[in-house]
């Protein structure tokens, strides 16, 4: 049990370093707030049946 009162203490002190430094801030809000924006525009963009239309007698697809 004292493993995890250390591990728990641990998380604590990072986590007080990390708000008093705000370049770490930005970074920490950057590494969470990205992937989940990157994930979320891809997931629109695969729901949008009208994104492509078709030029021409090409057949070629084209962003619209």
Partial sequence: ???IKNIWK???DDLKRITMN????????GLI?????????HKY???RPSAY???GFT???HLS
Avoid: E, R, W
């Fill in 1 to 3: 049990m004292s493993h």
């Fill in 10 to 12: 641990i998380f604590v």
């Fill in 22 to 29: 705000p370049v770490a801030i930005i970074i920490a809000l």
């Fill in 33 to 41: 707030i990205l992937p989940s924006l990157y994930a979320g525009l």
């Fill in 45 to 47: 963009h695969d729901y």
């Fill in 53 to 55: 239309h078709f030029c």
């Fill in 59 to 61: 057949g070629k697809a």
